[in-house]
């Protein structure tokens, strides 16, 4: 069973489909700050087992990314995991993460940032439990994240989906996950701020939500070899257009928002960024 998610615009299939160029100057521009507090991550008493991040603004397809990797990996009963937080077994774990707060609005509940995250391994299952005085929202710095499991020579990978921004700003306000729409815009930029900053760091790769949803099969064999994933041959999921429910809620023009010129950045070869490759 795969997650069914669709595509907004078609783009040609290139070498650009898991990574692209950044442009440094432009993450000047993010004016949202952040309080600093350090939150480790727990020793994985399975050193050889590999973490695996999957990282991305709310409603980018971030759930779909990581059932994919949890199903090319065989943790049991992936084809049913709802993606909430985290799921493994004794050689991966798979991590679900919005960014920047997670499902919640920034003024409703603001929590200190989490520079990783805060769990605990199971004695049993395969789903790790967010310890209790953990804060209910994450704000996962990639950088930090990365040298945090490097520091203690445990495997690690971070998977950033980008997505048009637009659409996946109404997605996260239908959820109803903030329903303040300045508060809203911000963190999209802020989202695409990490994405941006992050994308050329080693060990992360960046998956282009269009360009997954019209082209499964080249982007799935270039990202399965990537990541040395062993999966059966033309095992690709079966996508159809459900973006078509924001035709008429998005702007017929974009205005060049931070988001969507971090976006024309981190996936140049889809329609959108040409249709807005003046907004860089």
């Not at 059932?67 to 985290?86: L, N, R």
């Not at 005085?133 to 704000?139: D, G, I, N, Q």
Request: net charge neutral; charged share 25%.
């Amino acid at each position: 069973m795969w997650w069914v998610l669709a595509s907004l615009v078609a783009a040609a299939p290139s070498k650009h489909l898991l990574r692209a160029s950044v442009d440094n100057a432009s993450l000047r521009e993010s004016h949202m700050s952040f309080p600093n507090q350090h939150f480790d991550t727990p020793a994985d008493p399975v050193k050889e087992r590999r973490h695996i991040f999957v990282l991305g603004p709310e409603t980018s397809g971030t759930r779909l990314v990581s059932q994919i990797i949890a199903e090319d990996v065989g943790i049991p009963h992936a084809a049913t995991w709802d993606g909430h937080f985290a799921t493994m077994d004794k050689k991966d774990a798979v991590f679900h993460v919005s960014l920047p707060w997670g499902s919640q609005c920034q003024d409703h509940d603001v929590e200190p940032v989490l520079s990783t995250w805060g769990a605990e391994y199971p004695k049993h299952g395969n789903v790790l439990r967010k310890l209790d005085y953990a804060p209910s929202r994450l704000y996962v710095d990639p950088k930090t994240l990365l040298k945090t499991y490097e520091k203690k020579s445990e495997r690690v990978e971070v998977i950033l989906v980008a997505r048009d921004p637009m659409v996946s700003l109404v997605g996260k306000m239908d959820a109803l996950h903030c329903d303040n729409k300045v508060s809203a815009n911000e963190e999209q930029d802020e989202a695409y701020r990490i994405l941006l900053e992050s994308s050329k760091l080693p060990n992360v790769k960046v998956v282009c939500y269009e360009t997954l949803v019209t082209h499964p099969d080249t982007v799935l064999e270039m990202f399965r070899k990537d990541l040395s994933l062993k999966f059966p041959k033309n095992k690709v999921p079966h996508f159809f257009n459900a973006n078509e429910k924001y035709t008429r809620r998005v702007p017929k023009t974009y205005p060049c928002t931070f988001a969507l010129r971090a976006y024309n950045q981190l996936c140049p070869t889809t329609e959108l960024a040409k249709k807005y490759e003046s907004c860089v």
